[in-house]
């Protein structure tokens, strides 16, 4: 059996990759889930929540997965998809990212700007570790922005980044919606797929619910 029959000759070789769902909330949860089903068969989840009744609106959990530790949960989901994944639970605040040296793509997937930046200064500081590219997802209620970084710096990332107190209008925020978690994981998969395919990237673009405009990000 093939998951991924119906798209051979599309792209190959995501099991060649290994992801780090850095949050494995709306964002990671969903991103995992269609990075599994494109043949991913890699993956090491960072969280150290639960699954709560809230996240069962926005995120891939279903209300059996209610008081488990996320990570615990959407290895089960991963799995369910593809019994054959390699899944590694990292059930703590994040503090180190288990560096692969097979080809590493880290999606940031947190809920807070500081998290991120915590996670990328740690993720740069060592330039012999460092992921092939950061995929940064950030979701607001209606409103999905995403940022590809590829031979990851902190300098780089510095210039897309902004405090969580500096506006209410930036994605990254408390409110949710399924159907955006659900688009910004495709999203996501997409980059993937061009990445891994040497594919023109939009790097760095927001995409609003409300006027179902696409807009290129100026940084």
């Known amino acids: 059996m093939s ?4 798209y051979e000759g599309l792209f190959d070789g995501t099991a060649k990759y290994t992801f780090h769902m850095l949050g494995c909330g709306a964002i990671g949860s969903s991103a995992a889930l269609q990075l599994v089903r494109m043949g991913g ?6 969280d150290y929540d639960k699954v709560e009744d809230v996240n069962i609106g926005i995120a891939q959990y279903t209300i059996n997965d209610i008081d488990k530790d996320k990570t615990a949960a959407l290895k089960s989901h991963i799995l369910s998809i593809n019994s054959q994944a390699i899944v590694d639970e990292h ?3 994040f503090k180190e990212l288990f560096y692969q040296d097979r080809l590493d793509i880290v999606i940031l997937g947190f809920d807070s700007m500081k998290a991120r930046m915590d996670a990328v200064t740690h993720i ?23 940022y590809i970084i590829t031979k990851p710096t902190l300098s780089k990332y510095e210039k897309i980044w902004y405090p969580d107190d500096s506006s209410s209008d930036e994605p990254c925020n408390a409110k949710a919606t399924g159907y955006c978690s659900n688009m910004s994981g495709s999203f ?8 891994i395919t040497n594919s023109p990237l939009n790097d760095n ?4 619910f409300p006027t179902m405009m696409l807009i290129k990000e100026t940084v």
């Open 91 to 93: 059930n703590e605040e």
């Open 124 to 146: 740069c500081s060592n330039p012999t570790t460092r992921p092939e590219c950061i995929i940064d997802g950030r979701m607001g209620a209606e409103h999905y922005q995403q």
């Open 41 to 46: 068969e890699n993956f090491h989840l960072y």
């Open 205 to 208: 673009f927001s995409f609003n």
């Open 188 to 195: 996501i998969a997409n980059a993937v797929r061009k990445f």
């Open 3 to 6: 998951i991924t029959s119906r």
